[in-house]
């Protein structure tokens, strides 16, 4: 059966807690600014505040919407979220995170949407019986679930009782064009306040005690032992600055590590580091590792989650042990002291991402939803 419904194209409402800078959020924000506007009408809602990324995409046309959620049980915002999908006629509501994912799933289903589904990003390990009951109840009126590594994957079917032929994996993909410019690195490093000449490794990212930087602290005292010149960066806002400028101190870098917040231009605080670090926890299939490649910068990644799915040991970048400082001072220090090594590996990360496109991620997201929608509605939307 063929047919078209509204203006001819398919209504995607995006259902996160926020647009703050964060790898989940700028996953929603590549998806929404480039989907086909012939076949989708983005929009996004986020459940709390809009955040640094929605201004952009607001200028780019997509609608971004905030519902200022109370904390814990807020019914609003459920009254919200329907009274939004009906108003705004979606019809696919696509979830990302957990608190969003409970609040948009039950809306969809209350809000009769003909196709909802969710992506998963992390290993959430904190997930109680109480939120797997949820998830597993949710999981009758959801559609699809994209999950961003084979790792995360596994860890949802585990626990799960997904329907058979549902929920793959799509890959984050990063977008390639932003990194062709190449910004003026010495300019950037007087900016931040890192000498000229210093071999500098860092981490950009949010501030939470999953990420691991406080082992990139640690770390950082063996590495500024071995390596005096050596400084090291850390960008990102987050619940842990505070304690992660104490810890700094604590062990003699003030003078040797940047705390610095929030850094507007991606590119920039990457352009300012020779080594990139990513010390977390845990991981689902991190966007840092990709933008970092895609910026020619070699990678130390701890060996947790989706990393190994985008590091090839020795080859693109160098994997770790998790919460392990000697073994992650050790990896900066092989490459702040073998330059030409690092530099291998940072052209050899940008070479593979062709397996890790935002095209590709964006398509694999539009056949879904077009599949899912012909298969609830009876409806084909353009040549699909």
């Not at 990324?53 to 329907?82: I, N, Q, S, T, Y």
Request: glycine residues 10%.
């Amino acid at each position: 059966m063929s047919a078209v419904v509204s203006d001819g194209r398919l209504s995607v409402l995006y259902v996160i807690w926020s647009l703050q800078m964060g790898g989940a959020e700028r996953v929603v924000a590549d998806l929404a600014r480039s989907l086909d506007r012939r076949l989708f009408r983005p929009l996004v809602c986020c459940l709390n505040f809009k955040g640094g990324l929605a201004g952009p995409l607001e200028a780019e046309g997509v609608p971004v919407f905030a519902l200022d959620k109370r904390p814990k049980l807020d019914l609003r915002v459920l009254v919200r979220l329907v009274r939004l999908m009906r108003r705004e006629r979606v019809d696919v509501v696509h979830t990302h995170l957990w608190t969003s994912s409970f609040w948009g799933r039950l809306a969809g289903a209350l809000a009769r949407v003909p196709v909802v589904v969710i992506t998963e990003h992390n290993l959430d390990t904190w997930r109680r019986a109480p939120h797997l009951l949820a998830d597993r109840l949710l999981g009758r009126v959801t559609d699809d679930w994209v999950f961003v590594s084979r790792e995360v994957e596994a860890f949802y079917r585990a626990r799960l009782a997904l329907p058979a032929g549902r929920g793959h994996v799509v890959h984050n993909g990063v977008d390639l064009v932003p990194f062709e410019r190449r910004p003026d690195a010495a300019e950037i490093r007087a900016r931040i306040g890192l000498p000229a000449g210093a071999p500098v490794a860092g981490v950009v990212g949010r501030l939470e005690a999953r990420k691991g930087h406080r082992f990139f602290l640690e770390a950082m005292r063996r590495v500024v032992d071995r390596v005096p010149a050596a400084m090291g960066l850390i960008v990102g806002e987050g619940k842990e600055k505070e304690t992660l400028l104490a810890q700094r101190d604590a062990l003699g870098l003030h003078d040797a590590v940047r705390i610095v917040g929030y850094w507007p231009d991606l590119t920039e605080a990457l352009a300012a580091l020779d080594v990139f670090v990513l010390p977390s926890l845990m991981e689902g299939h991190p966007l840092a590792i990709l933008e970092a490649m895609a910026a020619g910068k070699p990678v130390v990644a701890t060996d947790v989650g989706g990393n190994a799915e985008a590091v090839e040991p020795d080859a693109t970048g160098l994997l770790v042990p998790p919460a392990d400082a000697e073994a992650l001072a050790g990896a900066i220090v092989s490459l702040l002291e073998e330059p030409e090594r690092a530099r291998q590996l940072g052209a050899a990360g940008r070479r593979s991402l062709d397996r890790f496109s935002l095209g590709a991620a964006v398509r694999a997201n539009e056949e879904m939803y077009l599949q899912r929608y012909q298969e609830r509605t009876g409806r084909r939307i353009g040549g699909n």
